[in-house]
């Protein structure tokens, strides 16, 4: 960073084999936050081999889990140390606020926590097959060289879902972050190196996807991909993956539904589901992929509910995530505020009503940066692009039902299915929308909220696998069934001589 090397290869630090480098901008005002190296594919390809002699002549995949449980926590502690620090990075790199990039952090530091734990309790399966004379047990093993792909709105977050897991199963791995914002990713990997992760185990490349796919992910040498990030690139890495019979794992958009029925209950139920179905979809500006983009509200309060919904929206005070004031940040970059924008026009083309918002913020103070005010759509319907595709930006669409059973065909009218959320005060009702809905994760009164402990992943075209819980280790894992027999005798199914 900064004249600093930046790729780490084989337990090195170097600079890109070419010299390139890529300025990273603040999206707050627009400045360069740093300029750090720009991997070529010789130098992905030099980090996967890394990986590669280091899972296959190494001594990390056969390390007692008790070792590779500490190394997890001793990186939990080193992150808690340098928690502003990291802090700091993400908001510069993404605009995110402090207070969140410091959530972030603290979740990640969860994420080694729990793996550091959980890699020392799993047990080999023992299966009794009916005669005494065999042993037979079903052990993990690691899985190999992964590639960890992650996109730039949560970047180390995303990351360390998939990092954690990796070294607590034993695995070699190559991390990518995503071009735009992988400040965070290299100062941990830095700390990685401190807390003694064996060379080659993590090695680390940035640069673009075009630039750098090809290495990380039409490479027989590679074993496993994790990949976070949107469908269409999703859908190229698993597509090329499949010729190497590379096992891929997804995750990917959302068009998530927040589900409000008539029967919240109190005016403090009321009041909640006003914060929350405005936090749902408006915090980080909405570049979360469990966002609650689509209110979908009974209509017998749909008026007075969008009312409450658009009074607050507009007192949502909006600066660089760095003051302390400022509630939410910019879009992670100018290029994606033109995405929203263009999304935004063919809202208002297909007819759906703008109730707030709509454009950049008026305030001069804002004008450097990719700021875009919290947006609110009424009257949407699902043939408009603005309710089925991912927008990724702050803007909410109105759809409203007269009951239950439309409710629920309107949550699960969508290709995705990663999150969703539904407000009621009646119990059976809650539950019986919670077990309809196709989605990965469902809130019931609730929104946005996640543990390390509780696996997290998509139905439909939101992806395949599970990051986080039991599962999400699972992914670094190969099973293999030992049949061992302690008095070997013929099988005696032909004569012989
Ligand atoms: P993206 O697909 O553009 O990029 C994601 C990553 O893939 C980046 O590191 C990028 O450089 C890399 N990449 C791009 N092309 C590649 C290729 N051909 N081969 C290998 N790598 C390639 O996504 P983004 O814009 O960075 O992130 C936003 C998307 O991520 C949204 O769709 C969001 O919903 C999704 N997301 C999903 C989850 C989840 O848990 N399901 C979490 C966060 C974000």
Redesign the pocket.
């Known amino acids: 960073m900064n004249g600093e090397p930046d790729l780490y290869v084989g337990g090195q630090w170097r600079h890109a084999s070419d010299g390139g480098t890529r300025e990273i901008v603040n999206p707050a005002d627009g400045s360069v936050a740093a300029v750090v190296d720009e991997a070529t594919d010789a130098d992905a390809r030099d980090a996967v081999s890394a990986a590669r002699a280091a899972f296959d002549d190494g001594a990390w995949p056969a390390t007692p889990v008790a070792e590779r449980a500490a190394l997890l926590d001793q990186i939990a502690d080193l992150l808690q140390r340098d928690r502003e620090d990291l802090a700091l990075l993400e908001t510069r790199d993404t605009g995110k606020t402090l207070a969140e990039s410091r959530i972030d952090i603290d979740d990640v530091t969860s994420v080694f926590r729990y793996y550091a734990k959980l890699v020392g309790v799993q047990a080999d399966r023992v299966i009794d097959v009916g005669d005494p004379d065999v042993i037979s047990r079903v052990v993990r093993e690691p899985i190999g060289v992964c590639v960890l ?6 970047p180390l977050l ?1 990351m360390s879902w998939k990092i954690a897991p990796a070294l607590g199963a034993g695995c070699t791995m190559v991390a ?5 914002t992988p400040l965070s990713t290299i100062a941990f990997v830095h700390l990685l190196e401190e807390a003694g992760v064996p060379a080659g185990v993590v090695n680390l490349v940035q640069g ?3 630039a ?2 090809a290495a ?2 039409d490479n027989g040498a590679v074993d496993f991909i994790s ?8 859908r ?2 698993a597509k090329v993956a499949a010729e190497h019979v590379t096992k891929v794992a997804v ?4 068009k998530n539904p927040h589900i409000v029925f008539a029967d919240i209950g109190t005016a403090d139920a009321w009041d909640a589901a006003v914060d929350q179905v405005l936090t749902g979809v408006f915090l980080h500006s909405g570049q979360v ?1 469990s966002a609650g983009t689509r209110l979908i509200v009974e209509e017998s309060i749909a008026d007075e509910f969008v009312a409450a919904l658009v009074e607050r929206a507009e007192q949502i005070r909006m600066g660089d995530g760095m003051d302390p004031a400022s509630e939410t940040g910019p879009l992670v970059s100018e290029q994606h505020r033109a995405k929203v924008e263009a999304h935004v026009a063919s809202a208002i083309s297909e007819g759906a009503k703008l109730v707030t918002g709509g454009s950049r913020p008026s305030d001069p103070a804002l004008a450097a940066g990719s700021f875009y005010l919290p947006t609110i759509f009424d009257q949407c319907d699902r043939s408009m692009a603005i309710v089925q595709e ?1 927008t ?1 930006g702050p803007i909410l669409t109105v759809e409203r039902f007269t009951d239950e059973a439309e409710a629920i065909r309107l949550g699960n009218d969508t290709e995705y299915g ?1 999150a969703a959320g539904v407000r009621t005060s009646d119990p059976a009702r809650g539950e019986r929308v919670v077990r309809a809905l196709r989605h990965g994760t469902v809130w019931l009164n609730d929104f946005g909220y996640y543990t390390a402990a509780a696996e ?3 139905y439909g075209k ?2 395949n696998g599970r ?1 986080l819980g039991p599962t999400g280790l699972a992914e670094y894992q190969e099973l293999k069934h030992i049949w061992h027999n302690v008095a070997p005798k013929p099988a005696g199914w032909f004569k012989g001589v």
Do not use: D, H, M, R
Not at 149 to 154: G, K, L, R, S, V
Not at 251 to 254: D, I, P, R, S, Y
């Open positions: 792909i992650a996109p730039w709105n949560y995303q990518k972050p995503s071009e735009v673009s996807g075009a750098l796919g990380l992910t990949f976070t990030g949107g469908l269409a690139t999703g190229t890495i995750e990917l958009g959302g992929c991912e990724f990663l997290w992943g998509g939101s992806g990051e």
